[in-house]
């Protein structure tokens, strides 16, 4: 049962079954970008959604989403006002951890032609961005000597410096994914708390949120202290034990094995995008729901 409320305050209870055929009507006006059917002149009785849900015994409030309108929803002889503030308990994630390079930030390409830089300037065959996704693991040590690179002659923190070098000259040229911004910013409207978790330098990604003014969109921003993209395990170890939201709540999405390696770690859910530095059959391996896009990832969030 949902407690409610009418407009005189006297308290009513919708039962749970109801109460999801009232979730599905939300979803689908809301999450379609339509306004309610109906007018606040509709005459029909009215009840109003508390900004609490039930909890155990207990009542736990509901953050308040004031920059949303009402929502009227036909209910029996009359209509629920579901208010935005009861938007955050329909969420099936109550919490969002985005990883960044390849999964919003459209980088891909740049890595694999600055690898092939890389390997032309040592007479190495080339790549494609299909090798590339097939290859590419972490530690990226471990990935460079699969394209030939020999350690003997260029150690690995030569060849990392190398690469930094020519995509931080570069990295500007990488657009965000589409749908990417779109949906952040919703999820922000929603009020639901986001987070970056990046095996991308700190510094530098403050830098490229500043660049595409997402960095106010996030609670938390978590990158790494050097360049060579190891530690991102122990970072969201240390970020889920002080998080206070259920693990089971929070959705990790990124684009690569790593990415779902550091969801198990945290023991939280993971989604998985297969259009950054990992092929789809590598993280379909995972058994983690994978989509090829920010598009089909936003009804996965949001449904």
Known sequence: ML?????????????????????DYWKNEVHAGRSSRHTLHDPRPAVHLSGFFPAGNRLQPIRPLCRLPPLRVPYKSGFVILWPLCLHFLMKFKHIIWDWNGTLWDDTWLCTDINNHMLERRGLPRID?????????????????????????????????????????RRFSCPLHAGARELIAELQTLNVPQAVLSAYQHDTLIEALNHFQLLNCFDEVIGLNDIYAAGKVENGLRYIGNLKTDPSEVLFIGDTLHDFEVATAMGVNCALVAHGHNSRPRLESTGAPVFDDIARLRGYILG
């Open 3 to 23: 407690r409610i409320t009418n407009q005189n305050t006297h308290c009513a209870l919708v039962p749970a079954g109801d109460f999801r055929r009232i979730n």
């Open 129 to 169: 961005i299909r090798v590339y996704r097939d290859k590419l693991i972490f530690p990226v040590d471990q990935y460079y000597c699969q394209l030939g690179f020999d350690y003997s002659k260029d150690p690995y923190n030569v060849l990392a410096e190398e690469f930094i070098e020519e995509y931080t000259d």
